[in-house]
């Protein structure tokens, strides 16, 4: 039995909560994961894991030993990586999920140079705005916007993405352009509203000028719940939108965007790398993640000051 794999299978077994799963994100067979973890018990003298024909659950015995091989996990692709003669470049497969505009605007374009630099890393990219069950699903990582709704994950903030909102000229020619966000409140305009996360709800923008707010909520036609389609509704023309500037800046520069309320304010949109809190973060990961930051830092920096703070006047 080689120990180091018979913990990296156990590991990933406690954080899928399958056999299979934990075969399927290890590349191996799930025969081959379950008797390196039985060899493992066997060494140990120790029952791990409870199986059930629906689930695997973690004994308590196997939760100390978890803590332990997750943080030698973490210590030991350090100690590797850190040696001088070592191979500098991290390998292996990375699974995450990010948004779909950020996939296809900031991402896509920028992964040839990632590649040029990690040559051995193998990226499943899922490019949707959906709820990820990390754990369940043995994703590494999510990228997301917003207030993360599973407070128990580990995330790192990389960005702040500034908002404004647009319409296209042909909604506008046809309903007017609004003065003031509390027209879009009134029957002669729609908004394309957005569906967030688990809840499915739309939330009202809050909008602000020196003393003055607006949270706009606004009545729609559609409503959507991935970031590509919610572009293409507000340039069919379905309704304004607030977008962030990277999505909305070459549809500006082409005429097919118009912005609105240029003199308010709306707060910065953080975005976040979030991973589960007890799983080792290997290398690819942490290169990964630095890469997410760098590529943030020309579209979405971090530390824009907030509303509040712009509004002390």
Known sequence: MDRFDAMKAFARVVEAGSFTKAAATLQMSRTS??????????????????????????????????????????????????LPNASATPAGKLKVDVPSPLARMI???????????YPDIQIDMGVSDRTVDLIGDSVD????GGVLADQSLRARHVGDLQLKVY????????????????ELEGTQHRIVA?????SGKTYPIAMRRKGERVDVRGQYVVAVDDGNAYLAAGLAGMGVLWL???MARPHVANGELQPLFPDWLLDPMPLYVAFPPNRYVSTRLRVFIDWIVELMQEHGPVGRRRLDENNQD
Not at 108 to 114: G, N
Not at 141 to 144: A, G, L, M
Not at 194 to 198: A, E, I, N, Q, S
């Open 167 to 182: 319409a296209a000229p042909g909604y506008l020619a046809r309903c007017g352009t609004p003065s003031h966000p509390r």
């Open 244 to 246: 962030p500037d990277y």
């Open 107 to 117: 991402l896509m374009p920028a992964l040839p140079a990632f590649h040029a630099r």
């Open 141 to 144: 990582c999510v990228v997301r």
């Open 33 to 82: 994961v379950t008797q390196l973890v039985q060899q493992l018990e066997a060494r140990l003298r120790v029952r791990l894991l409870n199986r059930t024909t629906r689930k695997v659950n973690v004994t308590a015995d196997g939760a100390v030993y978890y803590e332990r091989v997750v943080r030698l996990l973490a210590e030991l692709d350090d100690t590797e990586a850190s």
């Open 194 to 198: 957005f569906l967030w996360g688990r």
